[in-house]
Structure formats: structure tokens, C-alpha cells
């Protein structure tokens, strides 16, 4: 579904990733691994087009990401980040952020994906971090997207937050949806992901079944 062809990043004078080349499955949770400093949130940054690359390309569905709109392209290929952010007063503001007409049924819906109980007038800054961060995926489901990318997404969470957004990653892609995991937890992208592709000094050492590899030895 995504895929980046000899892609290299210098910024600054540094090349950030180099002749990268990595396939991102349909339907399947593929994580970016390796050491802090690695490449790794860059690539995410590709994918969505937050960053162009300095030579090579990214294709979706095969076709260069410049010839996407932008803004369809961020609807297809959703990201969640680090730290939970939101964006409107109440929970239903926030998932209407996205997609104004959404109504009060498609909304309890997609929070129940998201794994929530929550009134839809709640006020978003009484929520929990786990709540948020929960929120956060609903919102980006809302827009329909093809793919997530999702960028250490439980790392500001306690362990029972942390889990809880684990189970609702899981269950999106057995519902058919498309993920791109970073996560510095070894474990975590072990128990989450179908596929890897580890970088190193912004290379790519490895790529394939995460079942088979080397990166994870020891991490069960």
C-alpha cells in the first residue's frame, strides 16, 4: 500500500535516512525499529507528507504522494501521535473536527472501536490520558482512513492505558485496516506487529515477518 523507493533525507547537512527502500502492507501492522536517532519518526513523516524526501519517492497505492491532495491524502493516511492532542471543547466537538456532519450515532460508534464509554458532551479536558489518547484514534478513524500511522502512541500512558490502546490497535487491523507502528517498547512492537523494518543510522538492516526477527530476539 505504501512504499518508499531509494529514499534518502539530509537535513542540516545530515542525511537523516539513506537510499531507504520499504514496503508497507495492506491490512497488516508493520513496525519501524531500531536505536533512538535511527530514521524511524521520519519515515512516519513521509508517509503522511509532513516531509518531502531529498531524492527518491513514496508511492501509495503506487502512485507518487505529490499527486495526491494533500488533504485527501491526510484523510487516507491517518496519524496519531506521541502525545494525545485535541482539538475541540467536548468529545463530540473533537471527533467533528474532521468530518463536520457527523452525527451523534456514528460517533458513540466510533468510540466504541476506540474501545470508550464516554458521554459525547464530556468536556475533553477532564479525560484521562488513556481516554485521550483513545479519543485521538476514534477521532482519526472518523475521516474513513486506509492507513494509521501511529508514532510512539503509549508512550506517556501508564501500563493499564498502554494496554488498553494495544487492544484497539489490534483489533483495527483485524478489521482490515492498514498500520505503521514506532515504538522504542521492543515488546510492545513484537506483540503488535505483523511485519518490521529496522533501521540503523538511517539504513534499513532488515525487513520481513516480525515473527522472524533478529531485532526482537529476547524482547517476547
Request: hydrophobic share 45%; glycine share 10%; net charge negative.
Amino acid at each position: 500500500m505504501l512504499t518508499l523507493e531509494d529514499v534518502t533525507v539530509v537535513r542540516g547537512g545530515t542525511t537523516v535516512l539513506d537510499r531507504v527502500r520499504a514496503s508497507f502492507p495492506a491490512g497488516r501492522c508493520t513496525a519501524v525499529a531500531g536505536p533512538s536517532g535511527a530514521g524511524k519518526s521520519t519515515v512516519l513523516r513521509l508517509l503522511d507528507r509532513l516531509l518531502e524526501p531529498s531524492s527518491g519517492q513514496v508511492l501509495f497505492h503506487g502512485r507518487p504522494l505529490p499527486s495526491y491532495d494533500v488533504l485527501e491524502l491526510r484523510r487516507r493516511v491517518g496519524l496519531v501521535q506521541q502525545a494525545p492532542v485535541l482539538l475541540g471543547t467536548t468529545v463530540l466537538a473533537d471527533l467533528r473536527v474532521g468530518r463536520p456532519e457527523l452525527t451523534g450515532d456514528e460517533a458513540v460508534g466510533l468510540l466504541e472501536r476506540a474501545g470508550l464509554d464516554l458521554a459525547l458532551d464530556r468536556t475533553t479536558a477532564d479525560l484521562s490520558g488513556g481516554e485521550a489518547q483513545r479519543l485521538c484514534l476514534a477521532r482519526a478513524l472518523a475521516v474513513g482512513p486506509e492507513v494509521l500511522l501511529l508514532d510512539e502512541p503509549t508512550s506517556a500512558l501508564d501500563a493499564v492505558a498502554a494496554q488498553a490502546v494495544e487492544r484497539v490497535v489490534r483489533s483495527l487491523v483485524g478489521e482490515g485496516l492498514s498500520a505503521v507502528l514506532v515504538s522504542h517498547d521492543l515488546r510492545q512492537a513484537r506483540r503488535l506487529a505483523d511485519d518490521v523494518v529496522v533501521l540503523e543510522r538511517g539504513r534499513v538492516v532488515e525487513s520481513g515477518p516480525a515473527s522472524e526477527s533478529a531485532y526482537f530476539e529476547g524482547s517476547a
